[in-house]
């Protein structure tokens, strides 16, 4: 329900954009979420925003170098990631809240997609 793609192979200190699409369904009147998991790790929260996109919140593992946005018209959320470092590598995933807020728990989030590889060499 959630489509997730943009990943890729980037070097160190280059951008990528994260696009999160939900066809045929909307979820314009929920807040959306991307997270993250490395290899040998647990999922980490990495940004999310609220339903409207006026709130938006980041780790401060990425803050400052990520922005997320969202054109509800389009069912689609982005994440806009900058000054990419070798440490974010992982699978990036997008998820749907179960409500209007921003939320940081996985558990809070009824829906997800399959996961974008992003890889940051040095």
């Known amino acids: 329900q959630l489509q997730a793609s943009g990943g890729g192979l980037v070097q160190a200190g280059g951008s990528l954009r994260l696009s999160c699409a939900a066809p045929?369904?909307?979820?314009?009147?929920?807040?959306m979420g991307w997270f993250r998991q490395a290899p040998g790790k647990e999922r980490e929260f990495v940004s999310g925003?609220?339903?409207?996109?006026?709130?938006?919140y980041y780790s401060d593992s990425v803050k400052g170098r990520f922005a997320i946005n969202r054109d509800n018209a389009k069912n689609t959320v982005y994440l806009q990631m900058s000054s990419l470092k070798p440490e974010d590598t992982a699978v990036y995933y997008c998820?749907?809240?179960?409500?209007?807020?921003?939320?940081?728990?996985?558990?809070?989030?009824?829906?997800w997609g399959q996961g974008t590889q992003v890889t940051v060499s040095s």
């Open positions: 998820a749907a809240a179960r409500g209007p807020r921003v939320t940081i728990p996985p558990y809070e989030y009824a829906y």
């Open positions: 925003i609220n339903w409207s996109g006026g709130i938006t």
């Open positions: 045929g369904r909307t979820f314009s009147s929920v807040g």
